[in-house]
């Protein structure tokens, strides 16, 4: 069982940036997909980006085209996190980010349902 803890959001304004955190209880291996989602108000839950990986070697990495060239995913596996540095944040990224583990979703990483442990989310507002 995969324990997600993530931290960094807050209140912006645009043009400004931010870095969300998302601790994993354990170390996760090259089968496990970590992601960061995002819900805003009244709006379904969304793919922001995905990450997979093992040691220095980088699997995969994906965005959402609404982020794509403004935020950068990472990952420290010798701190078992990973990150989502967030540049020239706009106000319609504002939104409950969420890091997501999934195992064995290759293909589907950009789908909410093929991850199988959550955060508890942390609020991003951006003002204009």
């Known amino acids: 069982q995969v324990q997600l803890v993530e931290s960094g959001g807050g209140l912006v304004q645009a043009g400004d940036s931010l870095r969300l955190s998302c601790a994993a209880s354990?170390?996760?291996?090259?089968?496990?997909?970590l992601g960061w989602f995002r819900q805003a108000p009244g709006k379904e839950r969304e793919f922001v980006a995905a990450?997979?990986?093992?040691?220095?070697?980088?699997?995969?990495?994906g965005y959402a085209d609404s982020v794509k060239g403004r935020f950068t995913i990472s990952r420290d596996n010798a701190k078992n996190t990973v990150y989502l540095q967030m540049n020239s944040l706009k106000p319609e990224d504002t939104a409950v980010y969420y890091c997501?583990?999934?195992?064995?979703?290759?293909?589907?990483?950009?789908?909410?349902?093929?991850?199988?442990?959550w955060g508890q989310g942390t609020q991003v507002t951006v003002s204009s």
């Open positions: 997501a583990a999934g195992r064995y979703n290759s293909g589907v990483e950009h789908n909410a349902h093929a991850y199988g442990y």
């Open positions: 354990e170390r996760t291996d090259s089968s496990y997909t």
């Open positions: 990450i997979r990986g093992s040691g220095a070697v980088t699997y995969y990495v």
